[in-house]
């Protein structure tokens, strides 16, 4: 099955549909996933998306490099692989060995996107959930995109962004930046549309990437309110679709591309089936309508005594 590419700033094509990769709940390891990642590949899934954080690095690489040795693909560079830097190695010094730690776990000579995954710094050895807020550190965003475009130049990360920041940061990056961030991957779905942040990248030419496209269907942080939409209900109906192939064709006719997450295999089929139906302006103004929220804003980084005091200042 042919998925759409987009071509990125960098020059470098991306996969529009990913498949996330983070298990629930995180291991510390897991090599459990690898049989689904494999069923992907043969669905036609060519962009992972994992993390630092996800613990699932590893699968992804074991994935690929068993997919080519049953012929399903030819090489890893049908692959399209993005990864992301966690707070805790968000410092200039840190960027390049956490990306070599990744590159080891994967397997991998280089990664295709390396993405800062939020706008933070964290204490080294923090645990992933449930830290101190004393261990949430000042920030040096600037010195650590420069980081960023060491990576790019020494040839291990294709193509590099974020993920989790505002106008006002990416503003910041671009005053300073030599190689301009590629994609800014963060929470966008029909419950949250984000159209100003949306059209704020376009005029940029930075790619918006949409993760939790279906507000994450009910788990531990997300809401039903994408999947349980009466106007979502109500437009799949007319058109022979699920609600989430609607949702996610929604994303795509808005310019974006999304990591959309299933270890189920008939969804994971269906979530590729939006390209063979379209959204009219009557359907896409009706989605308008669909009551706004943010299920997972980044509250986790607001500290009376810390860099961001607010969740406007987080996203700002």
Known sequence: MKILEITLSSGHKMPGIGMGTVPHP???????????????????????????????????????????????????????ITSKLWCTDAHPDHVLPAL????????????????????????????RFDFPKENILPFDLIGTWKAMEECSRLGLAKSIGVSNHGPKKLSQILQHATIPPAVNQVEMHVARQQQELLQFCKDKAIHLTAWSPLSANGAFWGSLSVMESPILKEIAAAKHKSVAQVALRWIYQQGASFIVKSFNSKRMRENLQILDFELSQEEVEKIKQVPQHKPFAGEWLVYKDGPYKSLEEVWE
Request: charged letters at 25%; glycine letters at 8%; a negative charge.
């Open 26 to 80: 995180l291991p510390p390891s897991d090599s459990s996933i690898v049989p689904t990642l494999i069923e992907a590949i043969k669905i036609g899934y060519r962009h992972f998306d994992t993390a630092a954080i996800y613990g699932s690095e590893e699968s992804v690489g074991l994935a690929v490099k068993q997919a080519v040795e049953q012929g399903l693909i030819k090489s890893r560079e049908e692959m399209f």
């Open 100 to 127: 070599n730690r990744t590159l080891q776990r994967l397997g991998m000579e280089c990664v295709d996107l390396y993405l800062i995954h939020w706008p933070a710094r964290l204490k080294e050895g923090s645990p």
